[in-house]
């Protein structure tokens, strides 16, 4: 593991602050894009594509993750980023709430606020999520990546749900003055905790002192973003990384708005029992998640396999519990449930492997540039979830044009997701010697590269 000269390496009591900080972050963007959402559509009347696109653009502002990257590896420190993304982030969720309640009365404004409330957002997550995720391949050890990723994405998760559930309960019945009233009190609350939570976490002498900068070190200061993105997008490890993240949460994504549609036109499903088979694949999700944790886990110690052989497997049982879905969808005797749960099994497990793949893979590349492969492989996910629900709905929608039946349609749109889970799968594969190949074309290349300040 690369770390910067005399770091402290994370122990629990750190990742857990981490995960704070990943909650905060998700509790502020579950209000804005589901809680305002249901607003704008339900109490408003607006066209549910406001809310669609507003989602859709918070996604698409998130390709400035690689630059939000590059600052915080120009500035060598995580903290003022991820302090200052999350007041942004808080701000954008403030005017995002004042934007739906002024939809009310001045509609058109109201919108043109929501767009520039979501940029925030889109900016605010980005600066705080890469720099996070920056911070954690620095200074977790290899032994505990799969473990913290993990816990940080299961207290956002837990972020999500109490938020979702306070939240729901503060605003009901709703009213404008309410709506207001919770959502600067929630962004208030978030910048508190984020604030104790990042306080002393990178210390003084953390930080490799600038009295004696090494060769690679003032190198490394004097790029630009252009040659920094460059250099990084060179390295083959990281771009295979970059493929493989787009495509496998490209499928993960396509999936996600289809699936309940499909449980209710296909098999009958009530809205209540559409809900609970989601809660059933995200209950699936978890046991996946705590898998590959504990097979990661210095106790197992692999013998349970590599993480690499969990991402990789991850894909393939996906693309299998996918085949699964097109046999649901021409099969009503097929065991719909059972085969959700094992859907989001393999989800958890590809997911949080390839989380952890992403922190041995941004320091693997060499030191002082984390921030930015962090960066690229955000920029890379945003597009995916930005793409994968717009390419669901639309391949459903054609499929449905095309073959006029609704099992072939669905079954059709589940083959592709299949195909894009196996491709996943096999760029994958090709990550096992991307690491090695790339250390030795550094050392083939020059010594310069070597030396950064930073010790394994």
Not at 189 to 206: F, H, Q, S, Y
Not at 337 to 364: C, D, P, Q, Y
Not at 411 to 432: C, I, K
Request: proline letters at 4%.
């Amino acid at each position: 593991m690369n770390t910067p000269m005399n770091a402290q390496v994370f122990g629990w009591f750190q990742i857990i602050r981490l995960g704070l900080i990943q909650a905060c972050l998700g509790a502020v963007v579950v209000v804005t894009t589901s809680t305002l959402n249901r607003i704008m559509v339900v109490e408003l009347a607006l066209p549910a594509l406001l809310p669609g696109f507003l989602v859709a653009w918070h996604y698409a502002v998130q390709m400035v993750r690689p630059r939000m990257g590059f600052g915080s590896d120009k500035g060598r420190r995580s903290t003022p980023w991820m302090m200052g993304g999350m007041l942004v982030l808080g701000v954008g969720g403030v005017m995002a709430a004042w934007a739906t309640v002024w939809m009310a009365t001045q509609p058109m404004y109201g919108a043109l606020l929501a767009w520039l409330s979501f940029s925030l957002i889109g900016l605010g997550v980005s600066a705080c999520g890469t720099s996070l995720l920056a911070l954690m391949a620095k200074r977790v050890p290899d032994e505990r990546r799969a473990p913290a990723a993990t816990t940080v994405w299961l207290m956002m998760i837990v972020g999500f749900a109490v938020t979702a559930g306070v939240v729901g309960k503060l605003i009901d019945p709703y009213s404008p003055q309410v709506l207001l009233q919770v959502s600067a009190g929630l962004s208030l609350l978030t910048a508190c905790i984020t604030a104790l939570c990042l306080w002393g976490l990178e210390k003084d002498g953390d930080v490799p002192q600038a009295t004696a900068p090494s060769l690679a070190t003032e190198r490394l200061q004097k790029q630009n973003f252009k040659e920094a993105f460059q250099e990084v997008w060179a390295e083959p490890a990281a771009r295979t990384f970059t493929v493989f993240v787009f495509m496998s949460m490209l499928a993960y994504s396509a999936q996600d708005l289809i699936l309940e549609p499909f449980a209710g036109a296909v098999h009958g499903f009530t809205p209540g029992q559409t809900t609970q088979l989601s809660g059933w694949h995200h209950m699936g999700v978890l046991i996946g998640m705590l898998a590959v944790a504990g097979a990661g886990s210095r106790w197992v110690a692999g013998r349970l396999g590599s993480v690499q052989a969990w991402m990789v497997g991850g894909c393939l049982v996906s693309a299998l519990a996918t085949v699964g879905l097109v046999s649901s969808a021409l099969s009503a005797a097929w065991p719909l449930k059972a085969n959700v749960v094992f859907l989001g099994v393999a989800n958890g497990a590809f997911s949080i492997a390839a989380i952890a793949t992403m922190m041995r893979l941004a320091g693997e590349g060499g030191a002082g540039r984390e921030g930015t492969r962090m960066g690229l492989w955000g920029a890379a996910q945003a597009a995916a979830f930005g793409l994968g629900g717009l390419l669901g709905t639309a391949a459903s929608d054609l499929a449905h044009a095309l073959l006029g039946e609704q099992r072939t349609a669905y079954a059709a749109v589940f083959g592709m997701q299949a195909l894009m889970f196996a491709v996943s799968a096999a760029v994958a594969t090709r990550l096992r010697t991307g690491p090695a190949a790339q250390r030795a074309s550094l050392r083939f290349d020059g010594p310069v590269l070597l030396k950064g300040g930073s010790s394994s």
